[in-house]
Structure formats: structure tokens, C-alpha cells
């Protein structure tokens, strides 16, 4: 988090619900405890994040990757892609290296059985 950016969260934590006068109630236990993320230099508070932070779009899209709904890492070869249909395990170049050796395989087999 660069300097900027710590500023802008430090002036956003007045706005949330939980924080009152430096101190987190979510936190407050019968003794006040100080709200973490206005004293630290990245993001703590899940709260904060859920809340507060997308009131500001852009430091939320700085601050925070893009949600990596729908993609899935190949079996292969480690990469990530995006599935076409949900059962699908293999990258496209790995599916049709696999369909070429399984097929090889299966002309080989049918052959020597012949």
C-alpha cells in the first residue's frame, strides 16, 4: 500500500459503523481496544473490507485482486484458465495433447491385439 493509498483508507475508516472515537467496537470486549486498521499500513479488518472499503471504487480496485470466480488451475501442466463447462480439468493445449496420446494409445493397443 503506498503512502496515497494509506491516507485515503486512514480518512475512509471514519466511516465505518464500528469505529468510534480511535477505538473498534467490533473488538471492544468490556476494555476499548484501538481500531487496527486506522494504525496499520495494510488491510486488517475484514469488515473494513467487506464495507467500507468498496465506498471508494477506485482504492477497492487497487487495493483489492479481481475475484477469480470461474477459472481453475490445469491438472497438466499448473496454468489457469477458464473452464467452458464445469468438469473440464485440462487447459485446451493440454486436453488436446491428451485426446492425441489417448487415441496413439488406443490405435497401438487395437493394433498389436490384431
Known amino acids: 500500500m503506498t503512502y496515497q493509498q494509506y491516507r485515503a483508507v486512514r480518512r475512509?475508516?471514519?466511516s465505518c459503523c464500528n469505529y468510534d472515537?480511535?477505538?473498534c467496537l467490533l473488538l471492544d470486549d468490556g476494555e476499548e481496544c484501538a481500531c487496527p486498521q486506522s494504525i496499520?499500513?495494510?488491510l486488517?479488518?475484514?469488515w473494513f473490507q467487506a464495507a467500507v472499503?468498496?465506498?471508494d471504487g477506485e482504492l477497492c480496485a487497487a487495493l483489492l485482486p479481481?475475484?477469480?470466480t470461474g477459472r481453475r488451475r490445469c491438472r497438466e501442466c499448473k496454468r489457469i484458465f477458464t473452464p467452458p463447462?464445469?468438469?473440464t480439468l485440462y487447459c485446451p493445449d493440454c486436453a488436446a495433447r491428451r485426446t492425441k496420446?489417448?487415441?496413439r494409445d488406443w490405435a497401438r493397443k487395437k493394433r498389436a491385439g490384431a
Open 44 to 46: 486488517i479488518c475484514r
Open 21 to 23: 472515537r480511535g477505538n
Open 12 to 14: 475512509l475508516v471514519h
Open 40 to 42: 496499520s499500513y495494510s
Open 53 to 55: 472499503l468498496p465506498l
Open 66 to 68: 479481481p475475484p477469480a
Open 85 to 87: 463447462k464445469h468438469n
Open 101 to 103: 496420446r489417448s487415441k
